[in-house]
């Protein structure tokens, strides 16, 4: 399974944006790149997921590199219900959910 | 987004008695679930997956006679935690793919505790 790098920990302010790196160079050509948020006591929450170009929704956006080694999560007016551990997990088409360690956000106020 | 209700969100049982934790996805057709187990301060970590209608495939040391797995409709999956000890308590947490096979989207949890 490939795998992601992503800080332990990340600090914002309210609304100000928020930019989280991934990194995955062992990424391969079928892999989707997905982006889950965990609040405390809560299962995680579907935030976006892209495969080349970059995708924005109401939520985020996503920023991949042109050689898909690398993404960003893109919270653009960041919010106290914001905060939470955030996952980059590579999916190959179909396949198995892999979790990491995440980056938990904390946002001040 | 989709609708994945887990079901019950705690339950307290006592040792070596049996509990079912059952995952309904709400308004789309699961094709795929996952099964994880995350304890404090922890990632999930992957016990499981199945697909409708056949057998689950369980991750490596994930005892399958202890977590017993059903996906008997695009609807319904159970996580049965047989024989359940204390070092078993830990959250679970099921999750739903549909035929699309993108994105997954999960319950809320279950907070087994095991005395």
């Known amino acids: 399974d490939a795998k992601t790098t992503q800080p332990n920990s990340m600090e914002s302010n309210e609304e100000e944006p928020v930019h989280l790196p991934c990194n995955h160079s062992?990424?391969?050509?079928?892999?989707?790149i997905h982006w889950y948020r965990q609040l405390p006591s809560q299962g995680p929450e579907y935030v976006i997921h892209g495969l080349t170009s970059n995708v924005n929704n109401r939520m985020a956006s996503l920023a991949i590199a042109e050689d898909r080694k690398s993404s960003t999560l893109i919270l653009h007016r960041a919010t106290l219900r914001d905060a939470a551990v955030y996952y980059c997990i590579l999916r190959p088409q179909g396949g198995k959910l892999i979790f990491g360690q995440g980056t938990e956000l904390s946002v001040k106020p | 987004g989709a609708v994945v209700s887990q079901h019950p969100s705690r339950v307290i049982c006592k040792s070596g008695t049996s509990v079912k934790i059952e995952c309904r996805s709400l308004d789309f057709q699961a094709t795929t679930m996952f099964w994880y187990r995350q304890f404090p301060k922890q990632s999930l970590m992957l016990m499981a997956t199945s697909n409708e209608g056949s057998k689950a495939t369980y991750e490596q040391g994930v005892e399958k006679d202890k977590f017993l797995i059903n996906h008997a409709s695009l609807t319904l999956s159970t996580l049965t935690v047989t024989s359940a000890h204390p070092e078993d308590s830990s959250f679970y947490i099921c999750s739903a793919s549909g035929r699309s096979n993108t994105e997954a989207f999960f319950g809320q949890g279950t907070r087994l505790t095991v005395v």
């Open positions: 062992t990424i391969s050509g079928t892999d989707y």
